[in-house]
């Protein structure tokens, strides 16, 4: 994929977001690593850089409108322009208090919306100037196998992942043919590895009965999700719009 003279926003540099943004770089793209953490954001840049691409590091805060805004404009200042968007980013705060709807607290509740929905619209809302006056460009949204099955166990996290469906296709039907493009990617599961590259040992039975559900030879690497992020802003997705495209080995058969 060619990303050469393309400037991208990356938002959330953790398990998925920062080999997205390095595989940006190596298609040629100058990239904006954006974190709440600005160490993550740095560490993820400041690779990308060592490797001979070009980044910068910035602080987003999906959960604050100034932020988001302050960010995305920094963002289109790098190169003075700014043509691709990939949203990548939770509260895993708020997703460990997730519950049923009878035992969630409220708090919990309006903390994932306000990260995984409105922190998404917030980004777009504020991107779609700047890609705009680039000529068009492409937005890629995160969500999560759970949006198609909803687990029992919780309920906020899949409904803000299933609402962005819907925002995805809002953007798409409205900037389309302005030459916005936007798509959501629903990846499988993408294992948290040690660095010996094994699995932590209080994960490898849950790892193995989540295989055992893929029809797959294996579960998902961070690459997968890279690979596709890359394609979906690259000009070979020009007629590719509006989707809700899963990487996940399978598990999800629509």
């Known amino acids: 994929m060619d990303l050469e003279g393309k ?62 805004e302050s960010g995305v404009r920094d963002a289109a200042a790098f190169t003075g322009r700014l043509d691709g968007l990939f949203v990548n980013s939770y509260d895993p705060v708020a997703s460990s208090q997730d519950r049923n709807i009878v035992d969630i607290d409220l708090a919990a509740w309006r903390r994932s919306l306000d990260v995984n929905l409105t922190g998404y619209l917030l980004a777009m809302r504020n991107a779609l100037p700047f890609l705009l006056d680039a000529g068009g460009g492409g937005i890629v949204l995160t969500s999560s196998s759970d949006s198609f099955d909803s687990p029992p166990t919780r309920v906020a996290y899949p409904v803000t992942k299933y609402a962005l469906h819907a925002l995805c296709r809002h953007v798409a039907s409205n900037w389309g043919r302005n030459g916005i493009r936007c798509n959501v990617i629903v990846p499988g599961l993408v294992p948290r590895l040690l660095p010996d590259g094994s699995f932590p040992p209080e994960r490898v039975n849950f790892y193995a009965r989540y295989q055992a559900e893929t029809p797959s030879t294996r579960l998902g690497q961070p690459r997968d999700i890279a690979a596709m992020v890359s394609f979906l802003l690259s000009n070979e997705a020009e007629w590719i719009n509006g989707q809700i495209i899963g990487v996940d080995g399978g598990l999800v058969l629509r």
């Open 7 to 68: 400037t991208v926003l990356v938002i959330g540099a953790g398990l998925l977001g920062g080999p997205a943004a390095k595989a940006l770089a190596l298609s040629g793209g100058s990239v904006v690593v954006a974190d709440i953490d600005h160490d993550a954001a740095s560490r993820v840049a400041g690779e990308i850089s060592d490797a001979g691409g070009k980044a910068l590091p910035v602080v987003i805060d999906l959960s604050d409108e100034k932020s988001v």
